[in-house]
């Protein structure tokens, strides 16, 4: 695996570390635009420290120029963790070096922060 697991109460520390490092860390959500309409992390991004980026996967391979560079902190997002599990892969195939998959997805990032929607 070219990736590592990111459990969602560990993506605040995750972000905390790579800023201490001198890195902009980037939450790459990968799921279609009415979902995250329904269940999104934009409140916290700013105060978790991490920049969001949205690059449904139906629409991934248009918007790889508009991805931060190969060698920046990534953590990919879905609802559950299997297409952003395939978005990393498909990055570190292309030269991304630090890969991250948030576990769960925002599913299981919802089970921690109840101002989240399920759906």
Request: hydrophobic letters at 45%; proline letters at 7%; charged letters at 20%.
């Amino acid at each position: 695996m070219r990736f590592q697991p990111l459990p969602p109460a560990l993506v605040a520390d995750w972000a905390e570390r790579m800023r201490a490092a001198g890195k902009q860390p980037v939450v790459l959500d990968v799921r279609e635009e009415w979902e995250q309409q329904l269940a999104h992390v934009q409140q916290q991004s700013a105060s978790q420290g991490f920049q969001l980026l949205s690059a449904p996967l139906s629409a991934f391979v248009d918007m790889l120029d508009d991805l931060p560079a190969p060698d920046q902190p990534l953590a990919c997002l879905c609802h559950h963790g299997v297409r952003s599990q395939h978005a990393a892969y498909f990055l570190s195939q292309r030269g991304f070096t630090d890969l991250y998959d948030i576990s769960g997805g925002i599913d299981a990032w919802a089970g921690i922060d109840r101002s989240i929607a399920r759906y």
